[in-house]
């Protein structure tokens, strides 16, 4: 009995964090209350409370959920040991993220909410920073990948690495907005793994 209530507590646990992806999709997060969640997922509000302190802690739920096993397609890539050249380990990983956005609804919804309908205001003003620790995680894991590269003599002279690094990384979150808000739909996404392709051949020796 008791494993089986530990079992039910875990699955509604993650019947919330569903149902608020898909209100917070469709609502905004500042429109989203924890009375709408309560009922997309079919419990009480009391149960919302039960697992979680406040909407916050349900959004980075939400988010923890999609992110934690797209960073294991991304890392298995850039840290793969059959890739000699870090340039292609980057290269391969900024690929996998877009495949991952492309192909896995529940991601794309994930960083549409982040990106284009949550206001960092009131109770959301001090998860701002929290909420791109991804971001920078992802900076500083290509800015050790470009700085190998420059060891190995794979970056192109003259190249600074950790600048590099930033031009990739802004380059990255560029396409990502693009692809999510004005570029939306416009088959921009088919073009992604040539625009990614020219990107790193600029940084690579000749």
């Known amino acids: 009995m008791v494993r089986k209530t530990k079992e039910e507590a875990e699955q509604t646990r993650k019947d919330i964090v569903t149902a608020a992806r898909k209100v917070f999709h469709e609502c905004g997060v500042s429109r989203s209350s924890l009375d709408k969640i309560a009922k997309a997922a079919g419990v009480t509000r009391g149960a919302i409370y039960w697992h979680f302190q406040d909407k916050a802690e349900v959004f ?52 549409e909410i982040m990106i284009s309908r949550c206001e960092y205001v009131e109770e959301f003003a001090s998860v701002q920073e929290e909420v791109g620790r991804p971001a ?20 192109r002279d003259g190249l600074d690495p950790d600048a590099v690094a930033s031009d990739t990384w802004a380059f990255t979150s560029g396409l990502l907005h693009l692809t999510l808000g004005c570029r939306k739909n416009t088959g921009l996404e088919r073009e992604i793994p040539q625009m990614i392709a020219a990107h790193m051949a600029l940084r690579r020796r000749g």
Not at 84 to 99: C, H, M, T, W
């Open 136 to 155: 920078l995680e992802f900076l500083e894991k290509i800015e050790r990948m470009y700085r190998l590269a420059a060891e190995k003599g794979y970056l």
């Open 60 to 111: 980075f739920a939400m988010r923890d959920e999609v992110f934690e096993p797209m960073l294991g397609c991304t890392d298995a890539v850039l840290y793969d040991p059959s890739l000699v050249n870090p340039l292609d380990a980057i290269e391969g990983s900024i690929r996998e993220f877009f495949r991952v956005l492309a192909t896995c609804p529940d991601f794309r919804e994930t960083f």
